[in-house]
């Protein structure tokens, strides 16, 4: 069973917005703070944003006022709002908790390019 099923990236140009889902494979967003973390090709796996069981959030600097992490408890579901995408945007996103469940999903690709 996969744990975490992410979905919502695809190819848009510099500027645009992409707002990718995470859906735990249990119901787990009520119990565990969620992480979205990103792997550009050749690079090693960075935390994104978080968000903790009661909403608090957090961002890495280089998305900072671009984007936005936020859940639906009744659908165990955390999303990822991405708003003014770059193309250092570019990679692999993943969800997982905090801490990290051993698994992980396949991520869904985000590509940023003109």
């Known amino acids: 069973q996969v744990p975490f099923v992410e979905s919502g990236g695809g190819l848009v140009r510099p500027g645009e917005s992409l707002k990718l889902s995470c859906t735990p494979s249990r119901s787990l967003i009520t119990l565990y703070a969620m992480r979205w973390y990103r792997q550009a090709r050749g690079k090693e796996r960075e935390l994104v944003a978080s968000?903790?069981?009661?909403?608090?959030?957090d961002y890495h600097d280089s998305v900072t006022g671009r984007f936005t992490i936020s859940k639906d408890n009744t659908k165990n579901t955390v999303y990822l709002q991405m708003n003014s995408l770059k193309p250092d945007d570019t990679a692999v996103y993943y969800c997982?908790?905090?801490?990290?469940?051993?698994?992980w999903g396949q991520g869904t690709q985000v590509t940023v390019s003109s």
């Open positions: 968000i903790t069981s009661s909403g608090s959030t």
């Open positions: 997982n908790t905090n801490p990290p469940a051993p698994s």
